[in-house]
């Protein structure tokens, strides 16, 4: 059975950092590109940052390109997103996602059950 | 980026129902959309994928269709456990992908 499992969220000031965490487990972690998509409180889907399955490519949305980094260790089937400079807007459930798909057209088949990052003084 | 845009944003039907969600992309995207069905509180679950492919495990109530811009998403007798927020994406353009805003399906 497929299993993503995020962790690290919490309480953090602005201009704080945070890593989250999303273990894998179920599918070899090692042959999947894997995605964080957010969602702020009572807001809809934000696609945030992906990463390759072997992690040589990224990719990251405006709103955090600089501040974010993704990055995966496939020896732990562990996927990551360290967070950086942190503002009120940041605030949102955090999603690990896998994709499916073929030749660069990519959905998402399975979610984690998401972890909440709190932006507040 | 391709702008997706649902409507209604949301609505209220009743159980036995058939009801209809209109998804519309900026652009023309082929058939590379995906619709999502959220509950309160739980993450996304895929429901259907290139606009009309039912993800395995999903009740054949729920189906697709479309291409281009313009796509359905259609639950032919609503269930109460069908009563939640959907969301439609698309994967043309990948990074990034976008999500429509959510129709919100409520009981009436």
């Known amino acids: 059975e497929v299993q993503l499992v995020e962790s690290g969220g919490g309480l953090v000031q602005p201009g704080g950092s945070l890593r989250l965490s999303c273990a894998a487990s179920?599918?070899?972690?090692?042959?999947?590109?894997m995605h964080w998509v957010r969602q702020a409180p009572g807001k809809g889907l934000e696609y945030v940052s992906a990463?390759?399955?072997?992690?040589?490519?990224?990719y990251y949305a405006n709103s955090v390109k600089g501040r974010f980094t993704i990055s995966r260790d496939n020896s732990k089937n562990t996927l990551y997103l360290q967070m950086g400079s942190l503002r009120a807007e940041d605030m949102a459930v955090y999603y690990c996602?896998?994709?499916?798909?073929?030749?660069?057209?990519?959905?998402?088949?399975?979610w984690g059950q998401g972890t909440l990052v709190t932006v507040s003084s | 980026a391709i702008r997706m845009t649902q409507s209604p944003s949301s609505f209220s039907a009743s159980t036995g129902d058939r009801v209809t969600i209109t998804c519309r992309a900026s652009?023309?995207?082929?058939?590379?959309l995906a619709w999502y069905q959220q509950k309160p509180g739980k993450a996304p679950k895929l429901l259907i994928y290139?606009?009309?492919t039912l993800q395995s495990g999903v009740p054949s109530r729920f189906s697709g269709s479309g291409s281009g811009t313009d796509f359905t998403l259609t639950i032919s007798c609503l269930q109460s456990e069908d009563f939640a927020t959907y969301y439609c994406?698309?994967?043309?353009?990948?990074?990034?992908?976008?999500f429509g805003q959510g129709t919100k399906l409520e009981i009436k």
């Open positions: 652009q023309g995207i082929s058939s590379y």
């Open positions: 290139a606009a009309s």
């Open positions: 994406q698309q994967y043309y353009s990948y990074p990034p992908s976008t």
């Open positions: 996602a896998r994709v499916r798909g073929s030749s660069g057209h990519y959905y998402f088949d399975y």
């Open positions: 990463i390759s399955s072997n992690g040589g490519s990224t």
């Open positions: 179920g599918f070899t972690f090692s042959s999947y590109a």
